[in-house]
Nanobody, 121 residues
Framework: QVQLVESGGGLVQAGGSLRLSCVAS????????MGWYRQAPGKQRELVAS???????NYADSVKGRFTISGDNAKNTVYLQMRSLKPEDTAVYYC???????????????WGQGTQVTVSS
């Protein structure tokens, strides 16, 4: 089975930076898309950023210009470099991936366990 494991969360002051990492492991033929979602208390989970295996990135308006998503296809890893962090960025961040395990099959959606990011004012 495929597993996604996030790391890099923590507590930082407003204006600071954090770098999140997510590693996919298991039986993997290819990964179509990897991305980051976040969920704050009392709010719905929302897309933060995503990136295709070809390097095309998509960002939520709230993080454009501050966050950068990147990937390492050889390592089945995606990163989220977060800069100029704001208190409203506080949330649990979840890694998501569309992973193909068989060459002729469509990708399936997988989720990590989440990592807490807290930004103090």
């Amino acid at each position: 089975q495929v597993q996604l494991v996030e790391s890099g969360g923590g507590l930082v002051q407003a204006g600071g930076s954090l770098r999140l990492s997510c590693v996919a492991s298991g039986s993997i033929f290819s990964i179509n898309v990897m991305g980051w979602y976040r969920q704050a208390p009392g709010k719905q989970r929302e897309l933060v950023a995503s990136i295709t295996s070809g390097g095309y990135a998509n960002y939520a308006d709230s993080v454009k210009g501050r966050f950068t998503i990147s990937g390492d296809n050889a390592k089945n890893t995606v990163y989220l470099q977060m800069r100029s962090l704001k208190p409203e960025d506080t949330a649990v961040y979840y890694c998501n991936a569309d992973i193909v395990q068989v060459a002729t099959a469509w990708g399936r959606d997988y989720w990590g366990q989440g990592t807490q990011v807290t930004v103090s004012s």
